[in-house]
């Protein structure tokens, strides 16, 4: 199965990143001060140290810091388990909005990177386990110039063992703010129907994608869940018997 990773625009941004990392001394993504940086390594020594990991004590249904029980935010959705490494504070904006915003698709490697290191090993457990990337927004994606969570995938499916199966698109784009969460507050973002995603259909006669029975889905953040749920129910109507997300940073709210 194929995936389209970057679009020309970031090829170029890619190349000019190179570039740029030759001919102008490396600072870090997230602090900006140059000096204490191993070779191609975007975070200095402070930043890296500062990362606001979660460590193992987290609600496994969620992922927010210590079990949640009965008042679990996740208790209806329709993923079985949510995992990140880090919290989205300290240097972690920087490097989520570094790869989102700005494209700097080595941000990708270091973001995959933590994720392998650090997660539970039977999170990627099951028979035909495969990677899905939340579905972008196509002109945002064309904007900026990447689609950061296919990316992730890209970066996190060698690390992990595991294939990537972009089965879900986007649906309602035309709409204006159609399944946009940046800027929405919470019950915005949780309003039923504002993010529209399903199976990516067949194309010139063809079937649609296969849907992996453990479907693991990849993202930059996890805040409310919504856009994570609204995959995952997409998945498992399609005929997903488990569905998980993994994402970089999680919100503590």
């Keep these: 199965m194929r995936i389209r990773h970057t679009s020309g625009a970031s090829i170029a941004r890619v190349l000019l990143d190179s570039l740029l990392d030759l001919l102008v001394p490396a600072s870090c993504v997230a602090c900006r001060r140059g000096g204490d940086l191993a070779r191609g390594d975007p975070l200095c020594r402070d930043c890296r140290i500062a990362l606001p990991w979660l460590g193992p004590d987290v609600c496994e249904r969620c992922g927010l810091p210590a079990p949640c029980g009965a008042r679990c935010p996740a208790r209806a959705m329709a993923f079985e388990r949510a995992w990140s490494p880090v919290a989205y504070g300290g240097p972690v904006p920087a490097v989520v909005l570094g790869l989102k ?7 990708a490697g270091l973001m995959a990177a933590q994720i392998a290191a650090t997660a539970p090993p039977r ?83 063809r079937p649609r994608p296969a849907i992996p029975p453990v479907a693991i889905l990849v993202d930059d953040v996890h805040t409310t869940g919504a856009t994570l749920d609204a995959c995952a129910l997409a998945l498992r109507e399609a005929g997903a018997d488990a569905v998980r997300a993994v994402t970089y940073a999680r919100t503590r709210r």
């Design 101 to 107: 915003e700005r494209g700097a698709v080595r941000l």
């Design 123 to 205: 999170l990627w457990a099951g028979d035909g386990a495969a990677l899905v990337p939340v579905p972008a927004d196509r002109r945002r994606a064309r904007r900026r110039g990447i689609d950061h969570a296919a990316r992730l995938a890209a970066e996190l499916a060698p690390r992990c063992g595991l294939p990537v199966a972009p089965v879900l698109v986007r649906r309602g784009e035309g709409r204006r703010g159609a399944g946009r969460q940046a800027g929405a507050g919470r019950a915005e973002r949780l309003a039923e129907g504002r993010i529209d995603v399903a199976v990516r259909p067949g194309r010139d006669g």
